[in-house]
Nanobody, 125 residues
Framework: QVQLAESGGGLVQPGESLRLSCAVS????????TAWFRQAPGKEREFVAA????????YYEDSVKGRFTISRDNAENMMYLQMNNLKPEDTAVYYC??????????????????WGQGTQVTVSS
C-alpha cells in the first residue's frame, strides 16, 4: 500500500520561498504519475504541477509557471515542490498525489488514487 506524506509548509511573507517535500512509503514512484494539488478554504482542490508516469514530462498550472518547480528523486522516493516568489493567493493546503493516470487526466484529482494528508502554506504579510 503506497502512502504519501508531505512536509515543509509554513507561514511566509509575499516574495519568499518554500520547498515542500513528499515522501513515499510502501512502494516507489516507478510507473506512477505524481503531482501536487492545493486547496484553499472554500474552494475545490486544484492542480498545481505534475510528472508524467515516465517522469519525462512535467506540467504546471498557468499561475505557477516560472515560480514553482516540481522535482523527483526516484532513488530516495521523494518528490519536491520548490515555490519561489510566493503570493497571498498561493495560500492553501498542498497535497501530493500518485496514480497510474494517463496524460489526459493528469490535471484532474480523479486521476490519482493515493494522497498525502496535506501541508499548510500561508503567504501573508
Amino acid at each position: 500500500q503506497v502512502q504519501l506524506a508531505e512536509s515543509g509548509g509554513g507561514l511566509v511573507q509575499p516574495g519568499e520561498s518554500l520547498r515542500l517535500s513528499c515522501a513515499v512509503s510502501g512502494g516507489t514512484f516507478s510507473g506512477y504519475a505524481t503531482a501536487w494539488f492545493r486547496q484553499a478554504p472554500g474552494k475545490e482542490r486544484e492542480f498545481v504541477a505534475a510528472f508524467s508516469r515516465t517522469g519525462g514530462y512535467t506540467y504546471y498550472e498557468d499561475s505557477v509557471k516560472g515560480r514553482f518547480t516540481i522535482s523527483r528523486d526516484n532513488a530516495e522516493n521523494m518528490m519536491y515542490l520548490q515555490m519561489n516568489n510566493l503570493k497571498p493567493e498561493d495560500t492553501a493546503v498542498y497535497y501530493c498525489a500518485a496514480g497510474r493516470t494517463i496524460t489526459s487526466q493528469i490535471r484532474r484529482t480523479a486521476g490519482y488514487g493515493y494522497w498525502g494528508q496535506g501541508t499548510q502554506v500561508t503567504v501573508s504579510s
